[in-house]
């Protein structure tokens, strides 16, 4: 069964410093990735998916995503972050043989600080 | 287009008692799924369906039970409510499985 482990609960940094969120998985067999964001009290938006092709996947609000299959990460990273960046995160992986069920990691949350 | 729309927003459960959260969707969809969030814990399957007439348990199925009579609608039935069902539920629908998911708003259910 695939899973997804977000290593960050919380991450603190400084408006305009760069940050990373890391994501790992646990397959056996090849996947799909993707990254949502959640602002607060709203559902989950698509940030970026990793499908096939480029493992550089860029998305939305200058966010970008590197697929590593020997290290089975997916790490999101923002060159410059601002303050409303401010949310949180989510990992989620499928399995491309039976894309039907969706498994997202536990979350990170980021906090931009002024 | 209204999206996925979930309802109610808000609700006050007793213990034991049931209660059916609403879904529906206007884009076609026919992937839908019934997610938990609880604080610390990101989204949990709870389950999801493939199409009209079909349904399949996710990570965390016991006390919930779903049904998929049409391609817009997916409730969620919640029987025998426990204070472990505190929770916002999510639903969320996608149009093919390479397709990112297209969420609600939200319920957020409180069982006390």
């Known amino acids: 069964a695939q899973s997804v482990t977000q290593l960050d609960s919380q991450v603190p940094v400084f408006e305009e410093a760069p940050v990373e969120l890391r994501c790992n998985y646990s397959?056996?067999?090849?996947?799909?990735l993707f990254w949502y964001v959640q602002y607060p009290n709203q559902g989950l938006q698509l940030l970026l998916k990793?499908?096939?092709?480029?493992?550089l996947v860029k998305g939305i609000n200058g966010f970008e995503a590197e697929f590593n299959k020997s290290q089975t990460s997916f790490h999101l990273r923002k060159p410059s972050v601002h303050i409303s960046d401010t949310a949180e995160y989510f990992c989620a992986v499928t399995r491309r043989s039976n894309a039907s069920k969706i498994i997202f990691g536990s979350g990170t949350r980021l906090s931009i600080q002024p | 287009n209204a999206g996925v729309t979930q309802t109610p927003k808000f609700h006050i459960l007793k213990i034991g008692q049931s209660m059916t959260l609403q879904c529906t969707q206007d884009?076609?969809?026919?992937?839908m799924y019934w997610y938990r969030q609880d604080p610390g814990m990101g989204l949990k399957l709870i389950y999801y369906?493939?199409?009209?007439?079909?349904?399949d348990k996710g990570e965390v199925p016991n006390g919930y039970n779903v049904s998929r009579s049409t391609t817009e609608d997916f409730p969620l039935r919640l029987e025998l409510a426990a204070p472990s069902q505190t929770s916002v539920y999510f639903c969320a629908s996608r149009s093919g499985e390479a397709s990112p998911l297209h969420f609600g708003n939200g319920t957020r259910l409180t069982v006390t």
């Open positions: 369906s493939v199409g009209a007439g079909i349904t």
């Open positions: 397959s056996s067999v090849s996947v799909y």
């Open positions: 884009m076609n969809h026919n992937y």
């Open positions: 990793y499908l096939s092709g480029s493992t």
